[in-house]
C-alpha cells in the first residue's frame, strides 16, 4: 500500500517534492512519504475555499485526532466533505485515499508513527493559525501578520518543523548518521526548512494578498509608511523594496544553514545529499530572479524558474555531489547571482 500511496498519487500533488523523494534511500523514503502526503491533505484541507473556515479549521482538528487513535476517525468523513470542491484532480484524489494513508501511517513502526504525528500535529498548528490569522480569502478583507516573531513562529510550524523531523528520521535510520551531533543538526535542520518557506513566501506575495494574506509583517511595513493594502498595487514595489531587500538577506541566512546541514552529510550519503541540495539550488536561482524583479509585486509577473534551467541545476549536481569542495563552490556560485545590496 505506502508503495502505491507514495508513487502515482505523491507525484500528481507534488511534482518538486517527488524528485528529491525519489532519490532518498529505500530505509527513509516509506516513512517521510507517507508523512508528505499527510501534510499535504492538510494543506488541501485549509485551503479549500468553498468550505467555511470554522469547518476547515473543524476538520484539521478531527485529522489531529486521527494520529492518536487507532479506530476509522474523521477521514472519511472530511474526505467527503471536501474532495468534491477541490479544483486539482490529484488533491481531489489525494483525499479520496486519505483513509488509506492514515491506515498505512498507523501500520509505521511505532518510533516513526510518533515521529510522523508529532510533525503533522505541528503543521496542523500553522495551517490553523493561518486560518484564524487571515479571516478572508480575497482582497477585501486583506489582514497581514503583525510581527517578524510572528512570521517566525509561521515559518517554523509549516517548514521548520519538517527540517526537525527530516534529521530525526534519517539519523534513526541511516548507521552512517551516527556521528552527528542530532541537537545540533535538528537545529540547522529548522532553519533549513524556514528558509525554503521564506523563498515561496517572498516569491508568492502578489497572489496572497489577492487571496487575503499578507506575510509580510504589518510592522515592518508601517516603518516604511506602508499599509498591507498598499501592497495590492504594484507601483509600490520600490517603496516596499527595503523590506524585500531585508527578507531577502534572512532567507539567504537560512540557506546558509541548509547548505551546512547538506555539506554535514557524509558524501558516503549521496541520496541524502542530493534530496538536500536539489531545493536549496532551485531556491537559489528563484532568489536570484526575485531579487531582480522591479515588478516584484505584480501578479503578472513569473518568478518560477524555467524548467530547462531546472534539469541543468540537477545534472550539474549530480557532478558535484560527491565532493563538498565541489558542492560548495556551485552553492557559492549561485548565491552570488543573488544581487542585493550589503548590509
Known sequence: MVAQLTGPLLREVSRSFYLSLAVLPAS?????????????????????RAVERDARIAALEALRADLRTDGPGGAEAVAGAFRADQAQPGEGRLLARLPDCLAAYRALPAADRERVARLIETIIDGQAQDLRSFPGDDADKLEALATREDLDRYTYLVAGCVGEFWTDVHVAHRPRLAHWDAPAMRALGMRFGQGLQLTNILRDVPRDLRQGRCYLPRQDLARLGL?????????AAPAARPLLVDLLRLTLERYDAGWQYTLAIPPTEPRMRLACAWPLLIGLR???????????????????????????????????????????RQARQLRGRVRIPPA
Do not use: C, N, Q
Not at 499599509?227 to 507601483?235: K, S, V
Not at 526575485?290 to 524548467?307: C, E, I, Q, Y
Open 28 to 48: 527513509v523514503r516509506p516513512v517521510i512519504g507517507l508523512a508528505y502526503l499527510l501534510a499535504r491533505a492538510t494543506d488541501t484541507v485549509a485551503d479549500t
Open 227 to 235: 499599509a498591507p493594502r498598499d501592497l495590492l498595487d504594484p507601483t
Open 286 to 328: 528563484t532568489l536570484e530572479r526575485l531579487a531582480g524583479a522591479a515588478g516584484w509585486l505584480d501578479p503578472a509577473v513569473r518568478l518560477k524558474v524555467p524548467r530547462p534551467a531546472v534539469y541543468a541545476l540537477l545534472a550539474r549536481s549530480l557532478v558535484t555531489i560527491w565532493s563538498s569542495r565541489g558542492l560548495a
